[in-house]
């Protein structure tokens, strides 16, 4: 008996992937560096691509802290786990690949805070939301978002340059446990996108190693004028947003 299928997007991007286009935040924090907001993404590999100016990433593993430059033309991706922090030097303007549609804007993301605001989930939620998508108040909030993030960053940074990994490792268990109650619903999305459009290929290979290309009638094509929202404030910068399914923000199907 054939499996039933599952959900899935009704047009995602190649591999089901998240996009958005970002602006680096020019905003001087506590260390006089000007970049985002420092997080991690707990299933969800990113890439950078770089399309003008200059400016780096910072990451925290547990090899280490590293600095990567970024130019125009450049890509950079990190796995999850990777704490990354984009840094502004001039212009920086990179489009960013989100892996399992808009699964990090479901709450993959989880922001450096402070162990004890990362301790209590009411207190974590309050900081990391906008009051508004737009005007003084979201600016106001980004900005301060941005500046608990990189406070509880520094010491994390400061201890793996130390040859100390373990306060990463107890910001790592402190993620997991924020997220947990997110992850049944996320696998839904992950259902929907990844791993459909993953089936869908094996579908298709199986069905060529027996000569059938029949998939090949239901060939279109679709297409995206530009962003549907401009100016948005991201982890990282301001935000350029899509509304095509699964590309920025989750998608929900029926």
Sequence with gaps: MAATPGPSLPAPLPGAVGLSHISCYDWEAADGVCGGSPHLHTVCTEAYVVTAGQGAVQTLTPDGYRETELAAGAVAWFSPGTV????????LRITVLMQNSGLPEAGDAVFTFPPEVLADPERYAAAAALPA???PAAQEAARRRRDLAVEGYLPLRAALEQGDPEPLHAFHRAAARLV????????????AGALAAAERTGDQLSALAAGDGSHLGSARVEAAGGATRHGGYGMCGRREEYEIPGATLPYYGE
């Design 84 to 91: 990354h922090r984009m840094i502004q030097r001039g212009g």
């Design 133 to 135: 998508k737009e005007g």
């Design 180 to 191: 947990a109650p997110k992850a049944a619903g996320w696998r839904e999305l992950w259902r």
